[in-house]
């Protein structure tokens, strides 16, 4: 059974400080998406990522992909309060060929001003 | 611009009473998806379906039934409602493997 171990499950920070978020697993994902889930509504996708060692920029949120394909990270720089949310990574099985995601528990960010 | 759309939006259910969570999406994807979040747990896959007439399981899918007819449609049936199925059940739909999910809003369901 693939796993998504998301750490740290919560965070609290001052606006304008900087954040880290991570996704590990055992398995290998072909690939690994980011979603960014606000109270009431559903996840929105914020990138994806499908080669080892690729890192994406999304204007302050950096997602790099691990070299093995089996962890990613989420940097977010100088957090603001819009950024708060529930962050939630999901990692393609590929080979399956149905689309399905495994999702890891999520982080939730609180950025207080 | 609808995308997937879910209804209702919130229901409060007795036990033992059934449900349909409907869920329908305008992008023409083969591929559907049927999840439900709890506090802390992420969300986790109760069924999905690749194209009309194709349904599997996923994750968790005891208490729940789905059926595929169309490719837009993608219901969520409970027949006998346990305080365990409290949760808020999110539709998805994506084009293919790898590829971005399109979510609901959800539906906010309790038992009681």
């Known amino acids: 059974t693939q796993l998504l171990e998301q750490s740290p499950q919560f965070l609290s920070i001052q606006e304008g400080e900087n954040l880290t978020v991570y996704c590990n697993s055992s398995?290998?994902?072909?690939?690994l998406q980011w979603y960014r889930q606000e109270p009431g509504e559903g996840p929105v996708l914020l990138v994806t990522?499908?080669?080892?060692?690729e890192v994406k920029k999304l204007k302050r949120l950096t997602f790099q992909f691990g070299d093995a394909r089996k962890d990613s990270s989420l940097h977010i720089t100088a957090a603001q309060p819009g950024d708060t949310g529930l962050y939630l990574c999901?990692?393609?099985?590929?080979?399956?060929?149905?689309?399905?995601?495994?999702f890891g528990q999520g982080t939730t960010l609180q950025v207080k001003p | 611009n609808a995308g997937v759309t879910q209804t209702p939006k919130f229901r409060i259910l007795k036990i033992g009473q059934s449900m349909t969570l409907q869920c329908t999406q305008d992008?023409?994807?083969?591929?559907m998806y049927w999840y439900r979040q709890d506090p802390g747990m992420g969300l986790k896959l109760i069924y999905y379906?690749?194209?009309?007439?194709?349904?599997d399981k996923g994750e968790v899918p005891n208490g729940y039934n789905v059926s595929r007819s169309t490719t837009e449609d993608f219901p969520l049936r409970l027949e006998l409602a346990a305080p365990s199925q409290t949760s808020v059940y999110f539709c998805?739909?994506?084009?293919?493997?790898?590829?971005?999910?399109?979510f609901g809003d959800g539906t906010r369901l309790s038992i009681l």
């Open positions: 998805a739909s994506s084009w293919g493997t790898d590829q971005p999910q399109h």
């Open positions: 398995s290998v994902f072909s690939s």
């Open positions: 990522v499908v080669t080892g060692g």
């Open positions: 999901a990692g393609g099985a590929g080979g399956s060929n149905t689309g399905k995601l495994i």
């Open positions: 992008m023409n994807h083969n591929y």
């Open positions: 379906s690749v194209g009309a007439g194709i349904t």
